[in-house]
């Protein structure tokens, strides 16, 4: 009788204990997030209002670019490729000469959630994605324009036709979603090019350009589809979802406005 009722309470228990991990793995997620956001602010302070780089195609080295010292951080994820150094090289988030917020971020902890479980293989190891972190691609002094029409924000100045309050800078992002620093919103087509971090409990941290920082609960199964654990078998990306989707409207709504 004892133990059958030790069961239930376990049963009873170990839902809201999981609930109550979730919830501090995404506090420890904004707080890394806000650190990120005051370094982003320290950056423009320091370089004439210009928000630090966010060009997609030099950040991984592709169509001829060259990496270097031009964005916020350097690099192209992808676990589901062995030996990737990329996926665990930490110099290309805090090394000066590859990440332009490196010497205000300071802690490779910082990049990493630690609710991510996708491993990358290296060297005949298993070791976790440096980063899960990623950046509004409306944003930053050299980013590359995903749609015509719409505004992009270089500069810290240039952030107009939507509240700074609202302007979405920084994201937590889903660690088989991935890839380089460009966290992408399509505003013309009905997708989610880049998918967002839902596993703690369905939400995850994002921060804004007046600085503040929340906990946002993702709503469509599209980005809450189920978390991977160990080798990567899908990369997830570019989902077809229809115009009224809770979280393309959103996301929309915080990425840039029309010209």
């Known amino acids: 009788m004892v133990i059958a009722i030790i069961a239930v309470l376990a049963a009873l228990l170990l839902p809201v204990l999981s609930k109550a991990k979730a919830r501090a793995q995404v506090t420890n997620c904004m707080s890394h997030l806000k650190q990120f956001q005051l370094g982003w602010h320290l950056y423009a302070d320091e370089n004439r209002d210009f928000i630090a780089g966010n060009d997609w195609q030099s ?10 010292n031009l964005n916020w951080v350097t690099g192209w994820l992808d676990p589901r490729q062995a030996n990737n150094t990329d996926n665990t090289n930490t110099a290309l988030l805090l090394d000066s000469q590859w990440a332009q917020l490196g010497p205000y971020s300071k802690s490779a902890d910082l990049y990493h959630c630690t609710a991510s479980r996708v491993m990358a293989k290296e060297g005949g190891a298993d070791y976790p994605v440096a980063r899960t972190v990623s950046m509004s691609g409306w944003m930053g002094c050299n980013t590359t324009l995903w749609n015509p029409g719409y505004e992009v924000f270089r500069k810290t100045t240039d952030i107009i036709g939507i509240s700074p309050s609202d302007a979405l800078v920084f994201i937590d992002e889903r660690d088989d979603s991935i890839d380089d620093g460009y966290f992408a919103v399509d505003m013309l087509v009905d997708q989610i090019v880049d998918i967002p971090a839902g ?14 920082a929340e906990i946002h609960r993702w709503r469509s199964a599209e980005v809450l ?11 997830h990306e570019y989902v077809r979802v229809s115009p009224d989707n809770q979280d393309l409207v959103w996301l929309r709504a915080h990425a840039t406005a029309v010209k």
């Open 199 to 212: 596993y703690h409990a369905g939400a995850g941290a994002v921060t804004f350009a007046d600085g503040h």
């Open 59 to 68: 950040e991984a080295g592709v169509n001829g670019a060259t990496r270097g």
């Open 225 to 235: 589809e189920r978390q991977q654990f160990g080798v990567e078998t899908k990369k």
